[in-house]
């Protein structure tokens, strides 16, 4: 409607009445060729008098003619003689319950090997964006639903039911088994002449946790304890919880007891990276 009249006034007599029923109000505006190098440059400003579907209500805008300063002026100027009404009421999501297999993977030593004199932050940036494509590589065969970065390491979760629960296993374990001989190629590489940290640690858990859609996370025990094992797990082997189902058979594995906080021994397979 806002396309086919442009003239303000008609559209908002059109929307007399049904004022509860506009989850937003946007405006488009475009710049001419004489003020902008390549075609036109589009500025939009949308306000949303409520809160729905993740979207929260307020002002946004968006410019690619813009900067940032302008735009922080005028909402500024929005916010001071145009404000609306905020609840100060929290706004509660409780998350879905849902099945998961999360798989975290970190970098051991990266703190004390940040804290040397000679590595500075485009280094260690060259270093992480490394990190992060090669374990991103490694899980393409089946996409996890999320991926975080978590500094020096990385959570990935799937969600899973019967029908994909064998593949992302399948796909998890594969994955955090072959990252440790990708790493070292990564240290290999003539762009780290300054070195980089030597081993990787892995831990995999699953179980049932809850979807947080407002931020699309995902909260739960199966990720504590993937984070935990993570943590006590050498660099030539990997942790996996004794309640993932559907491990390969092909993988030898060892019985094991991990010592992990606040849970104490903890049950578990250990699997032995020959290469690393």
């Known amino acids: 409607m806002v396309l ?35 075609n036109y440059g589009v500025s939009e400003l949308q306000y949303r008098p409520a809160t729905y579907e993740g979207y929260l209500q307020g002002l ?21 003689n145009y404000p609306f009404i905020e609840s100060n009421e929290p706004e509660v999501e409780f998350g879905k319950p849902c099945e998961v297999l999360a798989l975290i993977i970190d970098i051991r030593g990266f703190t004390l090997f940040c804290e040397q004199p000679n590595i500075e932050s485009p280094y260690i940036c060259g270093l992480m964006s490394a990190f ?29 039911a019967p029908a994909d629960r064998e593949l992302a296993v399948n796909v998890a374990l594969e994955a955090a088994l072959s990252l440790r001989n990708q790493w070292k190629q990564v240290r290999d590489s003539p762009h780290f002449s300054h070195g980089a940290p030597e081993a990787l640690g892995a831990g995999i858990c699953f179980g049932l946790a809850s979807h947080l859609e407002i931020v699309n996370d995902y909260i739960g025990r199966p990720i504590n304890i993937a984070s935990r094992l ?14 993932v189902p559907n491990i390969p058979l092909h993988l030898k594995k060892e ?15 250990a699997f032995i990276n020959k290469d690393a």
């Open 255 to 269: 019985e094991y007891v991990a010592h992990i906080r606040p849970y104490g021994r903890h049950n578990i397979w």
């Open 230 to 243: 993570c943590g006590a797990c050498p660099g030539d082997r990997v942790y996996v919880d004794r309640a």
């Open 4 to 38: 086919d009249e442009p003239e303000v006034s008609k559209v908002l007599k059109k929307l007399a009445g049904k004022e509860p029923r506009v989850r937003k109000y946007s405006a488009r505006f475009y710049t001419s060729r004489s003020q902008h190098a390549e």
């Open 132 to 160: 992060y494509h090669m374990v991103s590589r490694s899980l393409q065969r089946f996409p996890p639903d999320m991926t975080k970065l978590l500094g020096d390491g990385v959570l990935a979760i799937w969600k899973t």
């Open 60 to 80: 946004s805008f968006y410019s690619d003619s813009v900067n940032k300063v302008s735009y922080y002026q005028f909402e500024e100027e929005i916010y001071t």
